[in-house]
Nanobody
Framework: QAQLVESGGGLVQAGGSLRLSCAPS????????MGWYRQAPGKQRELVAG???????NYADSVKDRFIISRDNAKNTVYLQMNSLKPEDSAVYYC????????????WGQGTQVTVSS
């Protein structure tokens, strides 16, 4: 089964920017929704942003106007541009891909650490 490979995490100062990327290591057909989730220590995993195959986006209230999600359908790649980062954005960020067929198939990346220092 294909896996998702993330890149772009790291350590940044508050107010800085990072860009995350995620692409499958193998073939995944008919991707519907691509998105990013995050999980901070002691907290539940939460949706950060999602984008449909048609380009419709949704964002968590906490990241609206700071983060931008985009995708390259030809490359099956999803990006998350994170601007004006805050310490509370620190978490492990996970890429998610959803294929909607007779059954729903979810693919997850291994996670990439984002740490924002104050």
């Amino acid at each position: 089964q294909a896996q998702l490979v993330e890149s772009g995490g790291g350590l940044v100062q508050a107010g800085g920017s990072l860009r995350l990327s995620c692409a499958p290591s193998g073939r995944i057909s008919s991707i519907n929704v691509m998105g990013w989730y995050r999980q901070a220590p002691g907290k539940q995993r939460e949706l950060v942003a999602g984008i449909t195959s048609g380009g419709r986006t949704n964002y968590a209230d906490s990241v609206k106007d700071r983060f931008i999600i985009s995708r390259d359908n030809a490359k099956n790649t999803v990006y998350l541009q994170m601007n004006s980062l805050k310490p509370e954005d620190s978490a492990v960020y996970y890429c998610n891909v959803v294929v909607l067929g007779p059954v729903r198939d979810d693919y997850w990346g291994q996670g990439t650490q984002v740490t924002v220092s104050s």
